[in-house]
């Protein structure tokens, strides 16, 4: 009979304190912020068109680099291009014009390409391509076959300054 008393205190006790036992809640409001933003990057930044053979000459010379960089864009995006002269230049007076050499945008998931001969005005090469992180594209320098440019220069390396732009629509 005391085990039957105790046990049914015990209950007692313990239904009392579940039947008092208190609570608290309140509601948070998570935030999410959003900014646009867009970065470049590029990986291959010294691309080289070799003229060493006859056949360079002839055929023309191709340079192509798969990736060349990437693209992180929060909306859809373009890519330009603009060569800081008119002239690759050899340091020693010696010039050729920066349009004998054509880039064209490579890979998948780039909206629109266009292949474009260089020139000081920023030229479109990437267009509409879709909201990405990481986006690779490749890029391939190129020139024309038999052109007279090339030809009849002294023997160097001529440079000129590339600069890519990403911009978001």
Do not use: C, H, W
Request: net charge negative.
């Amino acid at each position: 009979m005391l085990k039957k008393l105790v046990l049914t205190a015990v209950l007692m006790v313990g239904f009392g304190m579940a039947i008092f036992a208190q609570s608290s809640s309140q509601t948070a409001t998570l935030t999410v912020i959003i900014n646009n933003a867009i970065a470049l990057n590029l990986t291959d930044v010294n691309p080289t068109l070799i003229f060493d053979e006859a056949s360079d000459f002839v055929n023309g010379v191709t340079y192509s680099a798969s990736p060349a960089g990437d693209v992180t864009a929060t909306r859809a995006f373009d890519v330009t291009v603009a060569a800081s002269g008119a002239d690759l230049d050899d340091g020693f007076g010696n010039t050729i014009p920066v349009s004998s050499v054509a880039v064209e945008p490579t890979g998948a998931g780039l909206g629109t390409t266009s292949q474009v001969s260089l020139s000081t005005a920023d030229q479109t090469i990437i267009n509409n391509a879709p909201a990405a992180v990481s986006q690779p594209f490749g890029l391939t320098y190129s020139t024309a076959p038999n052109d007279p440019n090339f030809v009849n220069k002294p023997s160097g390396t001529y440079n000129v300054t590339l600069t890519y732009t990403a911009t978001l629509d």
